[in-house]
């Protein structure tokens, strides 16, 4: 190895923070084979099992015949039919005047935020956010002020400090968060917005084709969508594709397709994947019994996992079990494995110092049989 990669490798002092790819092989039904063994997968975010949903796969299979790539970004000859019919389909089940695609969810935020703000301007945002919202903030060059997890007297205390020294405020929050599952107060967070004129942004990654009547995610829940300024959610998790979307007004949308980096100087989405996107949309209004389902076996798991004394957080299809120590979450892991379950520690960054856990995420094809045996093994090999 040369001096310089030496080198870099040594910035990653803790061994048990070093991570490896592992390849593997999905089964389709929540189950995934690592070195020919199969495991029953409990940490990718396909919820509802759409990733490989024979009316998805076809959609994009038929999309194919007619091309692979999108061969331009969407400013050149890149926007396709099908790109403009995933906008108008999503904008429709996410109750807002218009969306604009985007590539991956990490490209929305980036893009998204730098575009909005900028070094005249603010952004507060909750102290978990994921990686992608809080690399948009660095990006803009706003100042940023990060409050407490959920807790808005601490944003309000913020903003009645800082507001005033700003052009544009920007407050921001997961509404499920990726790696807790509980929800933000959105609905005190629109009144704190609309007190001190700011603009609201949430991401909806992990609760876009679960919560609400229709399924549209967590803004349409707590009715909050109109006062709401960005939803944004990705493709990626449970409508099982690839891809983002930002759902604003007309002209957010117009300032974006003038402004958004990410989105103006990238090559735009494969024209299958939208196609893709478009099916697990209709499968989401269609079927409802699968967030239903899923939500029932959650809660089943969690409450199971309570009663035995393991400590769980959150309201949601992700069920975090907090162990402490990045090594107790590593063993714990490696014994989940030994049973057959395929679960994968988080780590600091991607959680706080001292909170390294096993995050548990359900899916549709996990059935109440399932559930029970992976509480009982949780129950054995943590407590
Ligand atoms: C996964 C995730 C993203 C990134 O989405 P991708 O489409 O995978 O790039 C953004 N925000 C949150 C909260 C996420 O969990």
Redesign the pocket.
């Known amino acids: 190895m040369g001096y310089l990669t030496t080198d870099l490798l040594d910035k990653i002092k803790d061994p048990v923070l070093f991570r490896t790819l592992t390849e593997v092989l999905p089964q389709g039904q929540g189950r995934i084979k690592v070195a020919d063994r199969i495991y029953t997968d409990i940490s990718s975010?396909d919820y509802l099992g759409l990733s490989y949903h024979p009316r998805v796969v076809e959609a994009a299979a038929k999309a194919l015949e007619k091309g692979l790539g999108a061969s331009a970004s969407r400013l050149m000859t890149g926007s396709t039919c099908l790109h403009h019919e995933l906008e108008r389909k999503m904008a429709d089940f996410k109750g807002k005047p218009s969306v604009t695609v985007m590539n991956?969810?990490?490209?929305?935020?980036l893009g998204v935020i730098s575009a909005i703000c900028g070094k005249n301007d603010c952004v507060f945002f909750d102290r978990l956010?994921?990686?992608?919202?809080i690399d948009g903030v660095k990006l803009s060059g706003a100042a940023s002020f990060r409050f407490r997890h959920n807790d808005m007297e601490h944003l309000e205390t913020l903003i009645k400090k800082n507001r005033r020294k700003f052009k544009t405020a920007l407050i921001v929050t997961?509404t499920v968060?990726?790696m807790d599952g509980d929800f933000a107060p959105l609905k005190d967070m629109v009144r704190i917005k609309e007190k001190y004129s700011c603009l609201l942004m949430v991401?909806e990654?992990?609760a876009t084709g679960i919560f609400g009547e229709k399924g549209s995610g967590m803004a349409e829940k707590e009715n909050v969508t109109e006062n709401t300024d960005i939803i944004?959610g990705?493709?990626?998790?449970a409508l099982g594709s690839?891809?983002?979307y930002l759902a604003t007004n007309k002209r957010i949308k117009a300032f974006l397709v003038n402004r958004c980096r990410s989105f103006i100087y990238s090559t735009a989405l494969p024209p299958p994947l939208a196609a893709s996107c478009i099916a697990s949309i209709e499968i989401i209004k269609e079927e409802p019994e699968r967030r239903e389902a899923l939500l029932k076996n959650s809660k089943h798991l969690r409450d199971s996992l309570t009663r035995s004394g393991v400590p769980t957080r959150g309201m949601s299809q992700i069920i975090p079990v907090i162990l402490g120590k990045s090594e107790k979450a590593v063993d714990v892991s490696l014994m989940l494995k030994k049973r057959g379950w395929w679960a994968i520690p988080m780590r600091p960054p991607t959680v706080p110092e001292g909170e390294a856990r096993i995050r548990v995420s359900v899916s549709y094809h996990h059935g109440a049989d399932v559930l029970e045996r992976l509480a009982s093994d949780i129950q054995s090999v943590v407590m």
Do not use: L, P
């Open positions: 975010n991956s969810g990490y490209q929305a935020n956010s994921h990686a992608s919202i997961e968060f990726s991401d990654a992990h944004m990705t493709f990626s998790k690839f891809g983002a």
